[in-house]
């Protein structure tokens, strides 16, 4: 019997990628687009039993596939899911004739009964589910909404940890080097907690200069100083009932935590020039790539206030961490930056080796500004070693390293000259060097098994095997050993 084919319209790369998945492994056919002007272009020329659509997308912001989509009168159902629900959008939604309409984050089983029943009321269920599905682990949790990409062990338990916290209300410490995507990482929090109807405040600490903090902070009231010539709102007035972002807390000076240690421990403030106290009802999530704790002994941050923003810490991991993460969002990349024009297509095996030596110190930030430079040079359809030359370039300032990551006590060994004095290595001939001993030391220990090497070297399966290819080992071999050996 065919599948039911579902068409999936929206803009967050791993929502879309994680639905499909899911999908297909309760028995359906999927294709995913990423706007409304796609998902128009695939109604008119495929076949399609359902669509599920994001409301807030490039080619949907008015409602534009809803309302063109309801204009050709197909009968096709709609399932909208959304992650800014609002009662105008709902009632709209539905005068257009959808058949559903679901709040982001929504558990996969109560989005399968959605499917069904859809299909059903328009008599074209015909998939049959896959029973093995209802035990995969994915399909337990909750889809997040979020643009942030990754498939890389730290990353997923990252999503992890961040579908736990979208549930809790307790404040958050989000650490991390600069550029690996803390700010992404709150608005994730938000996006799919039951604040998520609420305001994402971003609050730089840096950039409110301290006469102002207050006033910024808190508000003012008409007359409370020259120049204030009428009431102001605060910027916690206006995230009530939903998240303060404070980014860069590190770099908040040690009067102005004093001002903030009230109001994240009340939930109160008194704006400069009233008598009365304003109550807010707001979470806190803060970024910084400082060690916080460090700042705390040295007298640079404030205890009290640390144990009240740090109920609960999350760590974002570094790039050169993420293994093959690197190369799928450089794709990403390469395919947002040239929008309409995609005269370019990949990169050639030099420049994907590059992509993974490189320690990538900028992270995820310096990644985008590398593909963008690639792009405006590149000359073919691949982008090549040569239009990378600035990530070789700034190696001789930051180290090559190796996408593996060893754990501690694997360290490979030292590479020298020769014998004779005449053969000195160049810096990637002692990368690759040291990294072909490390991968045989490795398989020699795990007697073969490219799985429990792949984890521990912190790469995808994928990843490992492409690794061993290109330094032609054999993983095979160490397994035919422990037979032979007994």
């Not at 596939?65 to 204009?71: A, E, M, T, V």
């Not at 070693?385 to 990530?391: D, H």
Request: proline content about 4%.
């Amino acid at each position: 019997m065919t599948a039911n084919r579902i068409l999936i319209a929206d803009d967050e790369p791993l929502y879309r990628q994680t639905t499909g998945e899911l999908l297909r492994k309760a028995g359906f056919d999927c294709v995913c687009v990423s706007n409304g002007d796609d998902a128009i272009v695939a109604l008119n020329s495929q076949h399609f039993d359902l669509v599920l659509s994001d409301l807030s997308m490039p080619g949907n912001f008015k409602m534009e596939l809803l309302k063109k989509h309801s204009k050709r009168r197909s009968a096709t159902p709609i399932i909208v899911i959304t992650g800014v629900p609002s009662l105008p959008t709902a009632i709209e939604s539905i005068r257009l004739g959808i058949t559903d309409y679901l709040l982001k984050p929504v558990k996969f089983e109560d989005l399968l009964v959605s499917v069904r029943a859809a299909l059903e009321k328009a008599g074209r269920f015909r998939s049959e589910p896959n029973e093995a599905s209802a035990d995969h682990p994915a399909s337990q949790g909750a889809l997040l909404a979020t643009s942030m990409l990754g498939n890389s062990p730290p990353m997923r338990e990252l999503f992890e940890i961040i579908e736990r916290l979208a549930q809790s209300d307790s404040n958050i410490l989000i650490t991390g080097e600069s550029g690996t995507g803390k700010e992404e990482v709150a608005q994730t929090i938000h996006r799919n907690s039951n604040r998520r109807g609420g305001r994402f405040q971003i609050i730089d600490c840096t950039a409110i200069p301290e006469m102002l903090f207050e006033s910024t902070l808190f508000g003012h009231k008409k007359g409370a100083f020259t120049g204030a010539t009428h009431d102001q709102v605060g910027l916690l007035s206006r995230c009530h009932g939903g998240t303060a972002f404070l980014d860069e807390l590190g770099e908040l000076p040690l009067p102005m935590q004093s001002k903030l240690l009230r109001a994240v421990q009340q939930q109160t403030f008194t704006p400069i020039g009233s008598n009365g106290v304003e109550s807010v009802d707001t979470r806190f999530i803060c970024a910084t790539n400082r060690d916080l704790q460090l700042e705390v002994r040295e007298g640079r941050f404030r205890q009290d206030l640390f144990y009240r923003l740090a109920v609960i810490h999350v760590h974002v991991p570094a790039l050169r961490e993420r293994g093959e993460d690197i190369v799928l969002l450089a794709d990403y990349f390469l395919t947002r930056l040239q929008q309409d024009r995609e005269r370019v297509h990949g990169f050639d095996g030099d420049a994907h080796d590059l992509l993974l030596q490189y320690s990538w110190p900028g992270n995820i930030r310096e990644l985008q500004n590398v593909i963008e430079r690639a792009l405006v040079l590149a000359q073919g359809q691949t982008i090549t070693a040569r239009e990378l030359q600035g990530i070789r370039d700034n190696a001789s300032v930051h180290e090559v390293a190796s996408p593996i990551q060893r754990p501690a006590g694997k360290t490979p060994p030292k590479v020298t000259e020769s014998a004779t004095g005449d053969a000195v290595l160049s810096r990637d001939d002692a990368v690759r060097i040291a990294e072909r001993d490390y991968l045989l030391e490795l398989l020699e220990s795990l007697r073969g098994n490219v799985s429990e090497a792949a984890r521990q070297a912190g790469l995808s399966r994928q990843g490992m095997h492409k690794l061993l290819r290109s330094h032609k080992i054999d993983a095979g071999s160490f397994r035919r050993q422990r037979v032979v050996g007994g």
